[in-house]
């Protein structure tokens, strides 16, 4: 019998893996905010056939949606993440409009409602786990073995925030996966040397732009990356037939969506309310908020990172082009986030705008791991007491919904700011003063607090963070029921919500937990073709390909 060549086994299986568990851990409801808009949008343009709200529901003060020329109302993010979801509301507007029931059953609002979300969320599920696909082959690619490219996959998907965003509609891990994407294009087509490889990059670079314009930003190191290390003529001419004009059919794309919406090809919506601040923050300010704080440290978000800094000479003194375009990438990406008025990104878990680097430190640490023979056993104590912290800290923000933290905070905090003036620099400064560089009202804090409240039952106020600044008239955060807090998981939410299909709800959830079960197991036994063996051996073959 013919049998699967070990490079194509790994890679199916760790997204049939990472996609059956993120999906068995998605969240457990629609969330308010950015992805509420976003969703809808994708929701009218499969209901209603066009690509602007008639009306909106948001009041003048609060709206993120403009009237566009024609009437329509648009919200001012890019239309990317909406896209990649509308396959799915479509397919479950179909399913629904086949299944032979009645649909005018009294539950039938309910039913028609969780049916739409446990489809929906495959989307991010689906994303993130190609993102955690993309990891593993992207380190076949710089030449780690397939057991290091194997763990460093781990370690990306279930050690950092890619997991807690894996159950979020907003556009972080489609963002973070087609840049990802186009970067692991553009240095396979240095090493494969196929035209077509600069073709897919430009596609997924040009979705990012779509999905988030600030992406534009990584084409600088991507591309001194290519002239660099390709013969100028060559390198120009090709990058310019297979990459450029895909890419520009995208750019085109936008500059259209914005005259739809504003009138004028390069309005992009982030000129009102808090963006007609703009990039008003002191860099050393948001570098430090992002990278040191307490409440928004990228490293307190995802510590496995840190071994991608331990790492950085040895992979700059191997493959010196790869390191000074990932260091650029990082450099790009962060720079105008930290400059930017909201450059905490909240309401959010972590510094949600810094997703996109995680990948690039990740496979940096391929180079520790390479030495891990050589390791003491002190220094591999540390590593394993460092990836489960990280693990553990990813739990919290699967855990617990995102909001019942921050809104509750909020209700503290706003004591102290209402003096502030609405939308002025004062005010999200005070607030980032308050909350992110203030150990006391961190994210993480906070989720450890809801998080001991979903396994023991006691008085919530006795232990709330903030009990040594008095006592705070607040009320009970979401997802909290008397003093024990509820899982932001579906299988639990969907039984609550309509426990009369319960027993459904818990057939497919076991279901879901036995793909996840099946596809560990044969991920497994696929890791033994892959060169498990081997950790400071590359499999040259694979990655060269």
Known sequence: MKTVPKKRRCPFFLLLFFASFYYLTNAGGYKAGDESVMSAFARQMVYEGKIGFDKTQ?????DPCTRGIDGLYYPKWGIGQSLVEVPFYLFHRIIW???????RLPRVFIIRRLSEMLIVFICPSVISALGCTLVYLFGLRLGFSSKISLWLSFLYGLGTMVWPYSKSLMSEATVNVAILGGVYAVVSYRYAHKKWWLTISGLCMGYALITKAVSIVVLIPLIIYLFSVEPKRRGLGEAVLYFALPYLLFVGFQLWYNAVRYGDFFTFGYDR??????????????VWGLFLSPGKSFFLYAPVTIL????ARRF?????????????????????????????????????????????LILSAGYYLKRWPEISRLKRGLVVALVGFSFFVQVLGVAIHPFSFIETRWEVASGFLKEVKRFSYAQTYGENALVNFNPMFSHIVG????FKHMIFDYDLRKDAPWKTL???????????????????????SFSMASPWDKKWIIAFAMANAIVVLLAGLRLRRALSLCGAGSWSKGDEEEGAE
Do not use: M
């Open 58 to 62: 948001y009041p003048p003060e609060e």
């Open 308 to 311: 991608g800094i331990l790492s």
């Open 447 to 450: 989720n450890w607090w809801l």
């Open 273 to 286: 309310q808090w963006g007609a601040l703009g990039f008003c923050t002191p860099l050393y300010v948001r």
């Open 470 to 492: 008095g006592d705070f008239e607040v009320s009970s955060p979401k997802w909290v029921k008397g003093n024990r807090t509820i899982p932001f998981w579906w299988p639990i």
């Open 316 to 360: 700059f003194e191997d493959r010196k082009a790869e390191a000074l375009l990932f260091l650029g990438i990082v450099t790009a990406y962060t720079v105008p986030h930290s400059l930017w008025v909201l450059w905490a990104g909240d309401w959010a878990w972590g510094p949600r705008f810094l997703v996109v680097i995680t990948p690039y």
């Open 97 to 103: 409009e086949i299944i032979p029931f009645d649909k």
